[in-house]
């Protein structure tokens, strides 16, 4: 026998990435970011061929991608090493040079819609409304541009737009759980959802040929539903209601007879079709757990982006009730019964709150004994059933991983995912210290050997747990984390301000809250290794925050390296500094524990 040896961090991260795809028209062509190159670019694949040839070379991430109406042309919106700035170019159907549509430094175009006749574009920007963005319409041809919208008091987005041009459906997001829905109609607007408060989110939605709107929200309730509402009679009601699952997306048939939904029901996605004359649903089988991206044909084919916890996010294609996968990504040197299925665990919190959570185990040949506690970005956010590299590569590495959706996380309601808001250092602390006792108290974690690393908001409440609790932790890892509330509050994008009060805290009418509940208050407190990663160009999460930090620890004496990525932001999408991050984790952590 030959030894080969054992595939290792590299074997995860060459592994290729896929982000978004788009459908031509006709259904024949799938286009879609990849990074096989090492960088994120855009790659097409023909219907029958299986082989993708790549469209471009520019390196970066690709917010809006669709084909243009006569499929002529493909239209593109790319940030730059992470700024999240997109601008709009198009580019040929077989790839090439980039042609810009709408740039602008320093200015977000965010599209959602093209006309019919492929002349206009309908998108969201902030070139003259840093703060509340407007919704404008832009002719490619005479390169003018059309104020529609105004933001005025919340941020805008566009969903969807009749064929006519005449009506649109937008919302004003006033924060993550409060996102009210209107309709354009010829210049004047008015809610989806009559007499309604603010307190509600709607969702996405789809606009029928007479003007009806199909469209998801909880307005009223904990989870979403589908709901309609008739421009004509002025009228909204409900449409399908689910037990505990949230209906995220929604596809309407080019005979508008029925729907499509895709559902968040805890850890993992469903689909269901819904029959909008009788009202009848039924639940279509998935090849994924979580979806990350669906679109139906106009023949209602429909296209499927997703993953499992096993097996990396891959694109299928459901017809004549079967799916066939489209893509094969693979973790390379591996099978997928190498790699962790994640448990789904719950426990009460301290005050009898339910949360869910998943648990990786590396298998019994690699374990070493010790549990990363992985807390989730957000916080409005979730650990979800979907392939998640970061949870595996530590199993593989002999880590049992904790992952606590706590309070605040999406997908369990309404209610608990506000509980975070105004208090992002308590009641979600708490949940996670519970959970570590309880993994605990079930003999599955040693109370000395434990490692806590986060991202964004995993990374703030990393420090935090540091600060405040360091007997509790071997050795910290912090990735874009806030450490200080205040700071954060200053720096955060100009569109961001307005939910800080409600989303974060008022540093006056707050500020004893916020000192507690910041990181920085517990310097002293963090004596343990502790490892700080940062991307230079970081719109949410700016490089100071992590500077304030690393500089005050090397000042009193706290052992902790810093690694800063000149060309990434908030999230890394270069394969070589994906690389470079976890082999450095994963050496930091030996090297401190010793395993």
Same mark, same amino acid.
């Given at each position: 026998m030959i030894p080969f040896k054992k595939p290792d961090v590299r074997a995860f991260l060459k592994s290729y990435s896929i982000k978004t795809f788009a459908v031509s028209p006709d259904a024949q062509t799938i286009v879609f970011q990849a990074d096989f190159t090492g960088a994120p670019e855009l790659w097409a694949m023909e219907r029958g061929t299986g082989f993708p040839y790549q469209l471009t070379t520019i390196g970066q991430s690709v917010y809006d991608l669709r084909f243009s109406k006569d499929s002529s042309y493909i239209l593109a919106s790319f940030d730059y090493d992470g700024d999240e700035k997109p601008q709009i170019y198009a580019l040929p159907l077989k790839g090439g040079e980039l042609t810009p549509i709408r740039t602008l430094p320093g200015t977000h175009f965010f599209v959602h819609a093209q006309s019919e006749d492929g002349k206009r574009l309908?998108? %969201?920007?902030?070139? $003259?409304n840093k703060t509340y963005f407007d919704i404008c319409a832009y002719d490619i041809e005479t390169e003018q541009?059309?104020? +529609?919208?105004k933001g005025d008091d919340a941020r805008l987005y566009l969903s969807s737009l009749s064929q006519d041009e005449q009506v649109f459906t937008y919302a004003k997001f006033y924060s993550n759980t409060s996102i009210v829905g209107y309709l354009w109609n010829n210049g004047k607007s008015e809610p989806l959802i009559p007499g309604a408060d603010n307190e509600h989110v709607t969702g996405d939605s789809t606009l029928g040929k007479d003007g009806t709107v199909? #469209?998801? %929200?909880?307005?009223?309730?904990?989870? !979403? /539903?589908?709901?309609? /509402? $008739?421009? *004509? $009679?002025? %009228? #909204?009601?409900?449409? #399908?209601?689910?037990?505990?699952?949230s209906i995220k997306s @929604?596809? +309407? $048939?080019?005979?508008?007879? #029925?729907?499509? *939904?895709?559902a968040s029901a805890g850890v993992q996605d469903k689909c269901y079709s819904f029959t909008v004359e009788t009202g009848a649903s039924n639940e279509l089988s998935l090849p994924v757990t979580i979806v990350e991206k669906l679109l139906m044909t106009n023949s209602g084919e429909l296209i499927v982006l997703g993953s499992t916890p096993t097996k990396p996010k891959n694109m299928y294609r459901y017809t004549q009730g079967d799916w066939v996968q489209l893509t094969d990504v693979r973790i390379m040197g591996l099978?997928?019964?190498?790699?962790?299925?994640?448990?789904? @665990?719950?426990?009460?919190?301290?005050d009898g709150l339910e949360i869910e959570a998943l648990l990786y185990q590396p298998h019994n040949e690699n374990k070493n004994g010790y549990t990363v506690l992985l807390p989730h970005g957000g916080p409005q956010w979730a650990d979800v059933l979907s392939y998640d590299a970061q949870s595996q590569i530590l199993a593989y590495e002999g880590y049992q991983v904790f992952s606590?959706?706590?309070?605040? !996380? %999406?997908?369990y309601g309404a209610t608990f995912t506000k509980l975070v808001e105004g208090d992002w250092g308590e009641g979600p602390r708490l949940d996670i210290l519970e959970g570590l006792d309880y993994l605990e108290s079930k003999g599955q974690l040693q109370p000395?050997? *434990?490692?806590?690393?986060g991202g964004s908001y995993g990374g703030y409440m990393t420090l935090l747990l540091h600060g405040r609790h360091p007997e509790r932790f071997q050795a910290a890892v912090d990735i874009c984390g806030v450490s200080n509330l205040f700071s954060f509050i200053k720096t955060v994008p100009e569109s961001w301000k307005p939910i800080m009060d409600r989303w974060v805290g008022h540093p006056e009418r707050d500020k004893d809250r916020l000192i507690k509940d910041s990181p920085i208050t517990y310097l002293e407190k963090m004596t343990k290794p502790m490892l700080v990663v940062q991307g230079a160009n970081d719109p949410r999460v700016v490089k100071e925050e992590s500077d304030q930090i690393v500089e005050a620890l090397q000042k009193q004496g706290t052992e902790i390296e810093y690694l800063v990525f000149d060309d990434e932001g908030h999230g890394f999408t270069k394969i070589e500094n994906r690389i470079s991050l976890y082999e450095m984790v994963i050496r930091f952590l030996k090297r401190?524990?010793?395993v």
């Open positions: 309908y998108y %969201t920007s902030d070139e $003259s541009e059309r104020t +529609l919208v199909y #469209f998801s %929200t909880n307005a009223g309730e904990e989870f !979403s /539903y589908l709901a309609r /509402y $008739s421009p *004509v $009679s002025k %009228t #909204f009601e409900k449409l #399908f209601q689910l037990d505990q699952e @929604i596809h +309407l $048939s080019e005979d508008e007879s #029925f729907l499509y *939904v895709v099978e997928e019964k190498e790699l962790s299925e994640p448990e789904v @665990i719950r426990y009460s919190s301290y606590p959706n706590y309070r605040g !996380s %999406t997908r000395d050997k *434990v490692i806590v690393l401190h524990l010793h």
